[in-house]
T-cell receptor, first 112, second 115 residues
Framework: LAKTTQPISMDSYEGQEVNITCSHN???????ITWYQQFPSQGPRFIIQ???TKVTNEVASLFIPADRKSSTLSLPRVSLSDTAVYYC?????????????FGKGTMLLVSP | DAGVIQSPRHEVTEMGQEVTLRCKPI?????LFWYRQTMMRGLELLIY????????DSGMPEDRFSAKMPNASFSTLKIQPSEPRDSAVYFC?????????????FGEGSRLTVL
């Protein structure tokens, strides 16, 4: 299973862009990169997924370099409500992503 | 859609007692997952089912833990006997077979405290 490494915590201020980088050096050819967000007392919530290059949706952007050994989740103009734990995961689409491993994630604290 | 429903939301019990956590997945979802979350270990996969059949239970801590899925709309996670180190938030998640993304749909969790 591909292991991911991401910072334990990050701090930011309202209105700033936040970039959270995750490394996954032994990612497999069939693995996709998935990011989740978790608020206190709630279950994790899917944010975005990608395989290579760049993916953008209404919530975030995901940048994946050509070697796919890392990825960066970009949150534009964060607000206080973006304070949460963010998880980077890799998983094989062919297995239904059944091997997703969450770990401890990155605790993002957004201040006024 | 009601989402994944878990019960109870909170449970406080004494060491040695049996604990049963329940999960109702989203209708039509083929996969069901049980996760445990603690400060020390983060979010860990305990077991997952595909079409009611347990596929991988390698994350189940020990024989005190057992999980069943008697039908497509119901699953239980049982701890017998419970111990203080089992205190955690237990999440259930489900997903449909044909979904192209790695999206799991999580319930709100069951917070277990074993005294």
């Amino acid at each position: 299973l591909a292991k991911t490494t991401q910072p334990i915590s990050m701090d930011s201020y309202e209105g700033q862009e936040v970039n959270i980088t995750c490394s996954h050096n032994n990612i497999a050819t069939n693995d996709y990169i998935t990011w989740y967000q978790q608020f206190p007392s709630q279950g994790p919530r899917f944010i975005i997924q990608g395989y290579k290059t760049k993916v953008t949706n209404e919530v975030a952007s995901l940048f994946i370099p050509a070697d796919r050994k890392s990825s960066t989740l970009s949150l534009p103009r964060v607000s206080l409500s973006d304070t949460a734990v963010y998880y980077c995961l890799v998983g094989d689409k062919a297995t239904g992503y059944s091997t997703l491993t969450f770990g401890k994630g990155t605790m993002l604290l957004v201040s006024p | 859609d009601a989402g994944v429903i878990q019960s109870p939301r909170h449970e406080v019990t004494e060491m040695g007692q049996e604990v049963t956590l329940r999960c109702k997945p989203i209708s039509g979802h083929d996969y069901l997952f049980w996760y445990r979350q603690t400060m020390m270990r983060g979010l860990e996969l305990l077991i997952y089912f595909n079409n009611n059949v347990p596929i991988d239970d390698s994350g189940m801590p020990e024989d005190r833990f057992s999980a069943k899925m008697p039908n497509a709309s119901f699953s239980t996670l049982k701890i017998q006997p419970s111990e203080p180190r089992d205190s955690a938030v237990y999440f259930c998640a489900s997903r449909p077979l044909g979904l192209l993304t790695g999206e799991l749909f999580f319930g709100e969790g069951s917070r277990l405290t074993v005294l």
